[in-house]
Nanobody, 122 residues
Framework: QVQLVESGGGLVQAGGSLRLSCAASGSTFSNYVMGWFRQAPGKEREFAAMSWSNGNTSYAESMKGRFTTSRDNAKNTVYLQMNNLKPEDTAVYYC????????????????WGQGTQVTVSS
């Protein structure tokens, strides 16, 4: 079992930045690929980024260059740095943990945090 707790969401103006954190507990953090997803009202949950314990990362095309994920295996924490935010980035952001090799869909993740709201005003 893995417990995930996100933090760092909030209200920001367009062009601003936020850093989300996700603290993990309950199992060996480095065994998991850690993903970030987001879900806007009325839309499906969307893949944003993921990271492996060796530091490798992968991003959705629409977020490359603006979003950066990183992880601190010693602190069991993964981060999502979001820059140049746009109103269309408004969503609930979730972190998730998976033991699969290349998990890009929600169904490939085994554990989820409760989500943190990000609202970008124009």
């Amino acid at each position: 079992q893995v417990q995930l707790v996100e933090s760092g969401g909030g209200l920001v103006q367009a062009g601003g930045s936020l850093r989300l954190s996700c603290a993990a507990s309950g199992s060996t953090f480095s065994n998991y690929v850690m993903g970030w997803f987001r879900q806007a009202p009325g839309k499906e949950r969307e893949f944003a980024a993921m990271s492996w314990s060796n530091g490798n990362t992968s991003y959705a095309e629409s977020m490359k260059g603006r979003f950066t994920t990183s992880r601190d295996n010693a602190k069991n924490t993964v981060y999502l740095q979001m820059n140049n935010l746009k109103p269309e980035d408004t969503a609930v952001y979730y972190c998730a943990a998976s033991k699969r090799n290349w998990p890009v869909t929600p169904r490939e993740y085994d554990y989820w945090g409760q989500g943190t709201q990000v609202t970008v005003s124009s």
